[in-house]
């Protein structure tokens, strides 16, 4: 299929393709928390990243990157990221605040492209910078979020985690997105169970006890959000400009909250709920300053 021109209307299959991703990562978040609630977080993720190499092993082939920027990019996507995303589900109850905090990898996307590769920034991307982070603020003030302050911060690491790793990716932008996703589950598998059994105890138990859903939640959680969602988020990317596509994808707390209101009893306080809001407004910002930014980028190089 050809790339479609320059701010043409985004075509059916493109919105089915929005529409999924947001669908399956926003249930993955629900998953990942019920996952936590019976297996020790680290071992789970190093179960995710196990069923996902048996898809994307095909796809490691070389030639390969410089091996120490390489280790460094697989260490930040991978078991880092991965690691404290699935730690800070296990930490928190308030499923809401925990999400939208890891949505902050736009904005510190932007913010590390200024400070490590000297990409310009804006005034709009600054303010979405401030009101992001100010509804983050925000939200650990609520009452009923205070004992999730620590599963909050760990959200945020993980952010960071993966907001470095995105940047040094652009850095070697030859590497195929489903190769890069099988050297992380390559690296990540090993790493992550040897650090589970080596910190998290009655791992085995725990296993042997977990219900059949547990391990439903981990093939959707490898297949259809490592795999699936994440190799579609790459074709939309590829054909429409990043800005574009990545505000859609601020849907994806909404579906999780809407979820745990209606079937796990969560209680979003107007707090929350404000902080929220303006914590995705802010990273809206970031993403639409993103998509100016390259459009003028683009009219430059056809003036010169």
Same mark, same amino acid.
């Given at each position: ?23 399956? $990562? ?5 998953? &990942? ?17 196990? /069923? &996902? ?43 809401? &605040? ?6 902050? %990898?736009?904005?510190?996307? &932007? ?24 509804? *983050?603020? $925000? ?40 190769k890069l996703q099988g050297m992380t589950a390559l690296l990540s598998t090993p ?23 547990? %391990?439903?939640?981990?093939? $959707? ?33 909404? /579906?999780?909250?809407? *979820? ?9 306080? $107007? ?14 910002? /970031? ?14 190089l056809e003036t010169t």
């Amino acid at each position: 299929m050809l790339k479609p021109a320059a701010g043409s209307p985004l075509l059916p299959l493109e919105w089915a393709a929005i529409v999924g991703i947001v669908l399956v $990562w926003g249930i993955n978040n629900i998953a &990942a928390k019920y996952m936590t609630d019976h297996v020790p977080p680290i071992f789970m993720g190093g179960a995710r990243f196990a /069923v &996902a190499l048996l898809f994307l092993f095909p796809f490691i082939r070389p030639p390969f990157p410089d091996p120490k920027r390489l280790l460094i990019i697989l260490l930040m996507i991978g078991p880092l990221n991965a690691g404290l995303i699935y730690l800070g589900f296990s930490m928190v109850s308030s499923l809401s &605040a925990f999400i939208v905090s890891l949505q902050l %990898w736009v904005p510190f996307t &932007a913010l590390f492209a200024w400070l490590i590769l000297g990409e310009a920034m804006v005034g709009l991307q600054l303010i979405g910078l401030i009101v992001a982070f100010g509804g *983050i603020a $925000w939200m650990t003030l609520s009452p009923g979020t205070q004992g999730d302050i620590p599963g909050i911060l760990v959200g945020v690491a993980a952010s960071i985690c993966w907001a470095l790793g995105t940047i040094l990716v652009r850095q070697v932008p030859s590497i195929k997105p489903l190769k890069l996703q099988g050297m992380t589950a390559l690296l990540s598998t090993p790493l992550m169970f040897a650090v589970a059994f080596g910190t998290e105890k009655d791992i085995v138990p725990a296993v042997v006890a977990a219900p059949m859903m547990v %391990w439903v939640c981990v093939i $959707w959680a490898a297949v259809l959000s490592t795999v699936g969602a994440t190799a579609m988020m790459f074709w939309l990317v590829q054909r429409r400009e990043p800005g574009r596509i990545m505000p859609y994808f601020l849907m994806t707390p909404l /579906v999780s909250a809407v *979820i745990s209101v209606l079937f796990m009893g969560e209680i979003v306080t $107007w707090q929350v709920a404000m902080g929220g809001a303006a914590t995705l407004a802010g990273v809206a910002l /970031v993403a639409l300053s993103e998509r100016r930014l390259a459009k003028a980028s683009e009219k430059g190089l056809e003036t010169t």
